[in-house]
């Protein structure tokens, strides 16, 4: 028996959310009594789990698998997890994760937790934390099937790094073209910039901009702060900004260490996307703006004067 994680990878390298992953299933292992396996798929080098925790890799290499299918990509990991015994699989939350999780959970008739943001409350009865409401409360789930599979809110546990060296071992699970009927084809568009999903730091600006020619600072302070560019959904509406950049409830969930709010007022829609985020900030001339609320810290000011002069003194760093 052991604790069995999915330790997602793009191009062959580890994503960061595989290695809290990793940390957090570390620490289940280690309340139950067992170790951690990890499946890889088509990663060139698994060493780097070891350093968080794990101590055996299932190593899956197979070239049908580059492309992005639920059903091969479950049917992986519920190999995996009945070949290790594993009563607790943890998935992350990107958008790949989020799909799989649910239909591991069927494939191996799992109780299944989504949104799980700390470690068990207790491992017998079964019973994890997870966020609710958009991320406004918390409620506590128990599962009492015999396998759990869960789903670790991005950024909610963070890395943590352990001494050891995880054993790698080939694994060629048995797939066959059904699982290949649906595969999904990805478009990474390759900017050079840091993306949403593993940004510390995102920058994200509103309609309080006015308009796309404005951008430029906003760009520049990302620069600054080696952050991620995101904005409001109105703006990518607009066409102001590209979609990809849209950020709340509709668009893509940030739980980054520092959120930068610029122009944005901070209605429900767009909180519940970034409330995940751990320090938030706001820039808004309208002390009345929802977003001083959930705000950890906030200027009352003009973007256009305070983003430049914030630019100044980080340079000066
Ligand atoms: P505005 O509401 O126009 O706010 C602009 C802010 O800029 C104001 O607070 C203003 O005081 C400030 N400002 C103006 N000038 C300056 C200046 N010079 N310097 C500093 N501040 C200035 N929205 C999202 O963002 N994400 C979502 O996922 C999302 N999903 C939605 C889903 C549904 C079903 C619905 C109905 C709405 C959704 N919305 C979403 C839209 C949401 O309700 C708001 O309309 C939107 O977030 C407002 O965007 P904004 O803050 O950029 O613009």
């Given amino acids: 028996m052991s604790v069995l994680i999915y330790a997602e990878s793009a191009e062959g390298k580890f994503k960061k959310v595989a290695l809290e992953l990793a940390s957090y299933a570390k620490k289940v292992a280690e309340s139950l009594g067992t170790t951690v396996t990890a499946v890889t798929i088509n990663a060139s080098d698994v060493s780097e789990l070891g350093n968080y925790g794990v101590d055996k890799v299932l190593k899956v290499s197979n070239d049908k698998l580059n492309k992005f299918s639920a059903k091969a990509y479950a049917d992986v990991i519920k190999q995996a997890a009945q070949k290790e015994g594993a009563k607790v699989v943890v998935l992350s939350s990107t958008t790949d994760?989020?799909?799989?999780?649910?239909?591991?959970?069927?494939?191996?008739?799992?109780?299944?937790?989504?949104?799980?943001?700390?470690?068990?409350?207790?491992?017998?009865?079964?019973?994890?934390?997870?966020?609710?409401?958009?991320?406004?409360?918390?409620?506590v789930t128990e599962i009492s099937s015999d396998v759990k599979v869960l789903a670790l809110a991005k950024n909610s546990f963070g890395l943590v790094e352990a001494s050891g060296a995880a054993a790698a071992e080939d694994f060629a699970p048995a797939l066959n073209?059904?699982?290949?009927?649906?595969?999904?084809?990805?478009?990474?568009?390759?900017?050079?910039?840091?993306?949403?999903?593993?940004?510390?730091i995102v920058v994200s600006a509103g309609r309080g901009l006015k308009g796309p020619e404005n951008?430029?600072?906003?760009?520049?302070?990302?620069?600054?702060?080696?952050?991620?560019t995101a904005c409001s959904k109105p703006?990518?509406?607009?066409?102001w900004r590209p979609h990809s950049e849209h950020v709340g409830q509709t668009g893509k969930p940030v739980a980054a260490n520092l959120y930068i709010a610029v122009g944005i007022s901070g209605a429900i829609q767009h909180i519940a996307g970034i409330n995940s985020s751990k320090v938030k900030v706001v820039i808004n001339t309208d002390p009345e703006a929802p977003f001083f609320k959930v705000a950890d810290y906030g200027v009352v000011g003009d973007?256009?004067?305070?983003?430049?002069?914030?630019?100044?003194?980080?340079?000066?760093?």
């Fill in 97 to 139: 994760s989020l799909y799989l999780a649910p239909i591991v959970a069927v494939n191996l008739e799992a109780g299944f937790a989504s949104n799980v943001v700390a470690l068990p409350v207790s491992t017998s009865p079964f019973q994890v934390k997870r966020n609710a409401f958009s991320t406004k409360g918390f409620n």
């Fill in 177 to 200: 073209d059904a699982d290949f009927a649906i595969v999904v084809e990805s478009v990474e568009k390759v900017t050079g910039k840091v993306t949403i999903a593993d940004a510390e």
């Fill in 215 to 228: 951008w430029g600072m906003i760009e520049e302070l990302a620069a600054v702060l080696g952050a991620a």
């Fill in 235 to 239: 703006v990518s509406d607009l066409d």
């Fill in 303 to 317: 973007a256009f004067q305070v983003v430049p002069a914030l630019i100044a003194k980080l340079k000066e760093f």
